[in-house]
């Protein structure tokens, strides 16, 4: 029976990645010549091919062309597997797993990091029909292993330099510090154990340095005077509104933990969009939210923390109980904020992700309880609709603990 060369599935997925059929070393694709007497007619999709079409003479030199080519595509894309969850993807996935544990909400997004392995044969626009042949023939490049499954992880060199800070050691040494990547391991662990003597490490004290350079070069990221930020509190529909004096930041000491309180001074949290506020306090049903209108008094020095970190939303702590274990991710991070709080930066400027609909910023503050940066202008109760997508994820919502970042 011929069959045709379209009728394999694969021209598109060959040409994605720059696969030809005279790559694939295929003395069975024949070509539909001009002279022919007889029309020709593909046995699996009816149609009568034109010439110069590629074909196979039967079903057993099409099915020998389709091993070959999938051996072929299956290692092109092997080369952007640098990793799986059964050798370095593990200690990715213990880590998100004990950074999650116990949290109302996960602080780490479930597959934030890497993508399944289906994930990753679509996004190499595989034609399903052949996942499994595919995933069959896939190769970790770290561990070799093959027969990967279906719903197993695998990652790539850049989610592993996300997930282990490694974007921190590039971000020092842009400004001449060379920190190693064991060197900065070694750090976390120490933060772990012994908190207050960051600084007495050799990599706290570079950390501190590149901070201080990028400081000192003016390379921060600048908030000029009289830009407005908006800062939102959720209160039940039926209480009384939050007054001014409500929006500043707990006295230092009694702030409850969160992303930058570790660093033992009070932390005021705003947002450069105002329709993105509703979405960094997660309000629930019954809850009304009032919004602050605040505009800075001078020009504000920030430290741009997307520059240090990638995927950063992942190391920082939200949880606000007082009896949960330091976790070793936000160390790092807090580390970091420490810093900056010392070298002379007025606060934090963060990427918001609560929103994939549009691009806004987030700012932490430091010492932001009284009217010298900032000024209150206005607040007013703030309407929005809560639209939730199907009645899981709403009660979900109603059943989590609220939890206010901004
Ligand atoms: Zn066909
Ligand atoms: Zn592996």
Redesign the pocket.
């Known amino acids: 029976m011929t069959?045709?060369f379209?009728?394999t599935k694969l021209g598109f997925v060959m040409k994605q990645h720059s696969l030809s059929v005279a790559d694939i070393e295929s003395p069975e694709v024949l070509i539909v010549g001009y002279k022919r007497q007889k029309e020709l007619a593909?046995?699996?999709?009816?149609?009568v091919l034109f010439p110069e079409e590629m074909y196979f003479e039967d079903e057993r030199d099409y099915e020998s062309f389709v091993r070959k080519t999938l051996d072929a595509i299956a290692e092109k894309i092997s080369a952007q597997l640098d990793y799986c969850s059964r050798c370095d993807g593990y200690d990715i996935e213990r880590s998100i797993y004990l950074v999650n544990k116990g949290e109302a909400r996960d602080l780490i997004k479930e597959g934030a990091y890497g993508q399944t392995v289906w994930e990753f044969m679509s996004d190499n626009d595989i034609p399903e029909r052949y996942f499994n042949e595919i995933r069959k023939r896939l190769c970790c490049r770290n561990c070799g292993r093959r027969d990967l499954e279906i719903g197993q992880r695998v990652y790539s060199e850049d989610d592993m330099d996300s997930f282990w800070g490694r974007k921190l050691i590039s971000f020092a040494f842009s400004y001449g510090i060379n920190i190693g990547s064991a060197d900065l391991e070694e750090f976390r662990t120490h933060l772990y154990y012994r908190p207050m003597l960051a600084m007495q490490h050799e990599v706290g004290g570079q950390i501190f340095a590149a901070i201080q350079r990028q400081f000192e070069e003016g390379s921060y990221y600048s908030l000029a005077a009289g830009s407005e930020l908006f800062r939102g509190r959720a209160r039940n529909k039926d209480g009384a509104e939050f007054s001014a004096h409500d929006f500043w930041a707990p006295p230092d000491g009694a702030a409850s933990h969160g992303r930058y309180n570790s660093i033992g001074v009070s932390v005021l949290y705003c947002c450069s969009d105002k329709q993105s506020v509703p979405y960094e306090i997660h309000p629930s049903h019954e809850q009304a939210i009032d919004i602050a209108t605040i505009t800075a008094n001078r020009e504000l020095k920030l430290f741009d923390i997307d520059k240090a970190f990638e995927g950063f939303e992942g190391f920082v702590g939200s949880g606000n109980e007082e009896t949960k274990l330091i976790k070793r991710h936000y160390l790092l991070t807090n580390f970091v904020g420490a810093c900056c709080e010392r070298i002379g930066y007025d606060g934090i400027k963060y990427d918001g992700v609560a929103r994939r609909d549009a691009h806004y910023v987030n700012f932490a503050f430091f010492h932001s309880k009284d009217d010298r940066k900032l000024s209150i202008v206005q607040t007013a109760p703030y309407f929005f609709e809560i639209v939730y997508k199907n009645p899981l994820s709403e009660w979900l919502r109603d059943n989590l603990e609220s939890n206010a970042r901004v």
């Open positions: 069959i045709c379209h009728c593909c046995g699996e999709c009816g149609r």
